[in-house]
């Protein structure tokens, strides 16, 4: 799910920022951004051009799907709670529902392996 709060996307920074040993300024320098602004990207207080997000996301060795979504936690127990209905039915049903789900899949291109 695609993340449009800036607070939130700013505390992911500041998290993987942490988990480098990286300071702000270390950041912001590599970044090509000021220690001021990039400060203000961790609080949330600042909207970030596309270039910036990438070049932050380049500089902490991510990509911008983990700055920029989150997963969505109903979703997978959805999908667990399907897995296990698949899972309790008899065999041949359980072999038309995968046979189902894989033609789905065959259809979108997004989802081809």
């Known amino acids: 799910m695609l993340i449009f709060d800036f607070h939130t996307i700013g505390n992911k920074l500041y998290a993987i920022r942490k988990q ?14 000021s220690d001021r602004t990039y400060a ?24 911008p799907d983990e700055i920029l979504t989150e997963d969505n936690p109903s979703l997978t127990a959805r999908q ?4 296990e209905r698949l899972n309790a039915c008899p065999p041949k049903e359980r072999e038309t529902a995968l046979g189902l789900l894989e033609v789905y899949l065959k259809s979108v291109p997004s989802c081809e392996v």
């Open 20 to 33: 480098t040993g990286m300071t702000q300024a270390e950041v912001a320098e590599a970044a090509g951004v």
């Open 40 to 63: 203000d990207i961790e609080r949330g207080s600042v909207n970030m051009r596309i270039e910036t997000i990438l070049r932050i996301c380049n500089t902490l060795h991510v990509t």
């Open 80 to 83: 667990e709670e399907l897995w």
